[in-house]
């Protein structure tokens, strides 16, 4: 559904804000984008939409090109940023009227069925006369959301949905999000690792504005081995023996004890290393006492990922 091509964002005064960006993202399904702030994500999804210009790079929404066929492309697409362009004075009905014929829905009888629709998708029908400005932070992210969903646009864009809803508002947005993802291609901008890996199906995390993982959040955890090391003996000899076994990847030293020193590594998911650890410890008389393995979680590999991320004004005028 969306194809980018080596996307580049450098705003005035040299701020690099999002750094050659190649993915494609498939027909339905919920995909998570994830990053610390300051991180591009905002940026990403604003080229995306077409709200912002790219520097360099290419964006094709089913096929067509954005920036060739604008208005074909943006058609295709329903878009709701973090504060929804909502006009507080107007109702939720007759607001969401006025998106519709935004959108050029021009026959009465069809915009009064698309926006019952929405209304109704979003549960908002006992809140059609209620002006905006008297909605709650939920309400009013839900009618935000009923106008990005008019037109019948194939791909639904979020950029944080959450931020801001109370818990109960939280939950009743992430199955909102879930039920979209069973007949729209939903992409999903967060920084909250719970919320992504519960709601999305994919998940792309960008730090420093360039994409550092990409795949399933199962996928994602799964894709490296850690390993506790225990032993007796002086850290210093341990570790120069640990770092000749190859394949023992971001060996640190985690806590030492006495005599006991504790080591951490990291290995592919298809090497089992405990052996070659054992062997090469034992042979150099430093006895082993504990040696486990298990796969990172999500949230070990974020914070890895962007652990050299500095948080930047993301947004500049």
């Not at 450098?10 to 498939?26: K, T």
């Not at 604008?70 to 504060?83: N, R, S």
């Not at 023996?241 to 590594?265: C, N, P, R, S, Y």
Request: glycine letters at 8%; hydrophobic letters at 40%; a negative charge.
């Amino acid at each position: 559904m969306i194809t980018v091509e080596h996307l580049t964002k450098r705003y005035n005064g040299g701020q690099l804000a999002v750094d050659d960006i190649s993915f494609s993202i498939d027909k339905g399904g919920v995909w998570g984008l994830l990053g610390p702030n300051g991180a591009g994500k905002s940026t990403l999804m604003n080229m995306i939409t077409g709200y912002l210009s790219a520097t360099q790079g290419r964006i094709l929404v089913d096929g067509v090109d954005l920036v060739e066929e604008p208005g074909k492309a943006k058609a295709l697409m329903g878009y709701l940023p973090e504060i929804p362009p909502l006009y507080p004075e107007m109702g939720v009905e007759e607001y969401l009227n006025f998106v519709a014929e935004l959108k050029g829905i021009r026959k009465k009888a069809q915009r009064t069925q698309e926006v019952q629709k929405a209304m109704e998708q979003l549960d908002l029908t006992g809140m059609r006369h209620r002006l905006i400005r008297n909605l709650s932070k939920g309400y009013r992210q839900r009618t935000g959301l009923a106008g990005a969903l008019l037109g019948k646009p194939q791909i639904i864009i979020l950029d944080e949905p959450t931020v801001g809803l109370d818990p109960a508002q939280i939950i009743e947005m992430r199955e909102l999000i879930k039920e979209l993802g069973k007949e729209h291609t939903v992409i999903l901008s967060s920084h909250i690792l719970s919320e992504v890996q519960s709601i999305c199906d994919q998940v792309m995390i960008i730090s420093q504005g360039k994409l550092v993982a990409q795949g399933p959040p199962d996928s994602l955890s799964q894709s490296r081995q850690v390993l506790h090391i225990t032993a007796q003996g002086k850290a210093e000899q341990i570790e120069k023996l640990l770092k000749k076994i190859q394949g023992l990847e971001k060996l640190t030293l985690e806590h030492t004890q006495g005599e006991e020193v504790t080591f951490t590594a990291a290995c592919a998911p298809d090497q089992d290393l405990r052996r070659s650890v054992s062997l090469t410890l034992a042979k150099e008389g430093f006895p082993v006492l504990a040696l486990t393995s298990e796969a990172p979680s999500l949230e070990e590999i974020f914070l890895k990922l962007t652990e050299s991320h500095v948080p930047e004004q993301e947004e500049m005028e």
